[in-house]
């Protein structure tokens, strides 16, 4: 099957513990993307990577940090730092420059971490 | 930098009524795209329609489709004939090029009662 995977669809740590939510992407897409969405709120950018090796840092990247050593792959790690880490986060891709909707994003289904 | 803005926190509609979604942005880049989505309960972002800013054409995805206003900085999506699945909370986005990101509004809730 083609697609977006998160795993685990729901994440339990304690506090003062990194987590670290899985991305992985079949879909040959170059563009990944992570978001975080608290209780009634829209999506905010956490970190973007546009080509393997290379990411930027999105509006609240403070706590967070991310690899894209593969082009399929790109983890996120909630770190000890980020107060508040309890949220819905989602995962993104987009296709190739030039490519039919290039400028499109797909979601994956998401991962909704508890931190107690 | 870019903005969206989504004035509606919440719409109601009457099932096989039209409802329209307001959305207005700010942007300094001369290419953009704007984008709608949908998310329902289960959390995922489902892609709706999409619109270039240098469209001459409002686009349209069967029952749904964007009034863009270029000059008005308005991209209002509008749904016809809602289905109670319709229900859910949409959200406005518009994506840069020169930057590669995109960014997103609050959201509307949207309740389609039957």
């Known amino acids: 099957d083609g697609g977006i995977t998160q795993s685990p669809k729901y994440l339990f740590r304690k506090e003062g513990q990194n987590v670290t939510l899985s991305c992985e992407q079949n879909?040959?897409?170059?563009?990944m993307y992570w978001y975080r969405q608290d209780p009634g709120q829209g999506l905010r950018l956490i970190y973007y990577?546009?080509?393997?090796?290379?990411?930027q840092k999105g509006d609240i990247a403070e706590g967070y940090s991310v690899s894209r050593e593969k082009k399929e792959s790109f983890p996120l790690t909630v770190t000890s730092a980020q107060k508040n880490p309890t949220a819905f986060y989602l995962c993104?891709?987009?296709?190739?420059?030039?490519?039919?909707?290039?400028?499109?994003?797909?979601f994956g289904p998401g991962t909704r971490l508890t931190v107690l | 930098a870019q903005k969206i803005t989504q004035t509606q926190p919440g719409m109601f509609v009457q099932e096989k009524e039209a409802v329209t979604l307001d959305c207005t942005y700010d942007?300094?880049?001369?290419?953009?795209?704007l984008f709608w989505y949908k998310q329902p309960s289960s959390g995922e972002m489902i892609f709706l329609i999409y619109?270039?800013?240098?469209?001459?054409q409002n686009a349209t995805e069967g029952r749904y489709s964007l009034n863009f206003q270029k000059a008005r900085k308005s991209a209002n999506l509008v749904i016809s004939a809602s289905q109670l699945g319709d229900s859910a909370m949409y959200f406005c986005?518009?994506?840069?090029?020169?930057?590669?990101?995109?960014?997103f509004g609050a959201g509307t809730r949207l309740t389609v009662k039957p």
């Open positions: 993104a891709t987009s296709p190739p420059a030039g490519a039919r909707n290039s400028d499109t994003q797909y």
């Open positions: 879909l040959n897409h170059d563009a």
């Open positions: 990577s546009q080509i393997v090796n290379d990411f």
């Open positions: 942007t300094s880049d001369p290419s953009y795209g």
């Open positions: 619109q270039g800013s240098y469209d001459q």
């Open positions: 986005a518009i994506f840069s090029p020169t930057s590669g990101d995109m960014r």
